[in-house]
């Protein structure tokens, strides 16, 4: 089966400082992963997805991932938070290319930014 | 970027009660939708897939005479919560789009009392 994890809750930072959120998954072969953003009152915001390619994704708001197949890592990062990031991070994936799956997405648990001034 | 709606975004029922919850594509037709479920301090857990045309497919688990999915037109698809308690009380949220891009709805918060 597989399944996602996001060993951090919660993470608080000042802004300006940089930013790593954490997601490890596990799966048979290579998933699809994605890394949404959920601001209170708000949908879920795609920030970026890996589907396969350069293992470093660039997204929108300054976020990049990093696919590390050996870690089984998709990691969250951003090198200057802003007050405006303060939201709760899902990371997520779906089965590859073949897969009967198609849409579905398996989340991890979440982890709530916090920023400070 | 396409838009997903949800109605209504808040709703409180009495237990025993049914509640309808719509969610629309706006922007664009899609044949299937997917609803969610997140409980409180909790991730999203799929709920089941809303086929336009035919029936939805349910995850292990949910109920589907509790939660009936209709999936009439190309830009809508409803979530009914039938005979509703206390336990039901959550965050829904449905999404669509195309292949492996996913666009959510702003959810709707169900309490049941």
């Known amino acids: 089966a597989q399944s996602v994890t996001q060993p951090d809750i919660h993470i608080t930072v000042s802004e300006g400082a940089s930013l790593e959120l954490r997601c490890n998954y596990s799966y048979g072969a290579t998933p699809y992963l994605f890394w949404y953003v959920q601001s209170p009152g708000q949908g879920l915001q795609l920030l970026l997805k890996?589907?396969?390619?350069?293992?470093l994704v660039q997204g929108i708001k300054g976020f990049e991932a990093e696919f590390k197949r050996s870690q089984s890592s998709f990691n969250l990062r951003k090198p200057s938070v802003h007050w405006s990031d303060a939201a709760e991070y899902f990371c997520?994936?779906?089965?590859?290319?073949?897969?009967?799956?198609?849409?579905?997405?398996?989340f991890g648990q979440g982890t709530i930014l916090t920023v400070h001034p | 970027g396409a838009v997903v709606s949800q109605h209504p975004s808040r709703v409180i029922c009495k237990s025993g009660t049914s509640v309808k919850i719509e969610c629309r594509s706006l922007?664009?037709?899609?044949?299937?939708m997917f609803w969610y479920r997140q409980f409180p301090k909790k991730s999203l857990m799929l709920m089941a897939t809303s086929n336009e045309g035919s029936k939805a497919t349910y995850e292990q688990g949910v109920e589907k005479d509790k939660f009936l999915i209709n999936h009439a037109s190309l830009t809508l698809s409803t979530l009914t919560v039938t005979s509703a308690h206390p336990e039901d009380s959550s965050f829904y949220i449905c999404?669509?789009?195309?292949?492996?891009?996913?666009?959510f709805g702003p959810g709707t918060r169900l309490t049941v009392t």
């Open positions: 922007d664009f037709q899609a044949t299937t």
């Open positions: 999404s669509a789009g195309p292949l492996y891009e996913q666009y």
């Open positions: 997520a994936l779906t089965r590859g290319a073949g897969g009967t799956s198609y849409g579905k997405l398996t």
């Open positions: 890996y589907f396969s390619g350069d293992t």
